[in-house]
Nanobody
Framework: QVRLVESGGGLVQPGGSLRLSCASSGTVSSIYSMAWYRQVPGKQRDMVANLTVSESYYNPSVKGRFTISRDNGWRWLYLQMSSLKPEDTAVYYC??????????WGQGTQVTVSS
């Protein structure tokens, strides 16, 4: 089992920056990939950025503005968000993929970009 807890969300003005964190616990050694997703009410959950040991992937809507990174193996996952836009407003979720073929999700953290 893997437990994920996101933090760092909040209200920020357009053009501002925010860093999201995701703390992993449990069987962290089983994780081989992690990602950030986001979801607005009434819409599907979309991948924002994905990270493996060898590469990263960004949704074109955030490429060049967001950076995904990790620390201490897979115990910490981060999403540095810059040049934020109102359309970045969403609940952001952390996801971990395990070698056991299970995926785990955090509870989400709200990001609101508004003046």
């Amino acid at each position: 089992q893997v437990r994920l807890v996101e933090s760092g969300g909040g209200l920020v003005q357009p053009g501002g920056s925010l860093r999201l964190s995701c703390a992993s616990s449990g069987t962290v050694s089983s994780i081989y990939s992690m990602a950030w997703y986001r979801q607005v009410p009434g819409k599907q959950r979309d991948m924002v950025a994905n990270l493996t040991v060898s590469e990263s992937y960004y949704n074109p809507s955030v490429k060049g503005r967001f950076t995904i990174s990790r620390d201490n193996g897979w115990r910490w996952l981060y999403l540095q968000m810059s040049s934020l836009k109102p359309e970045d407003t969403a609940v952001y979720y952390c996801k971990a993929d395990s070698v056991t073929s299970r995926s785990y999700w955090g509870q989400g953290t709200q990001v609101t970009v508004s003046s």
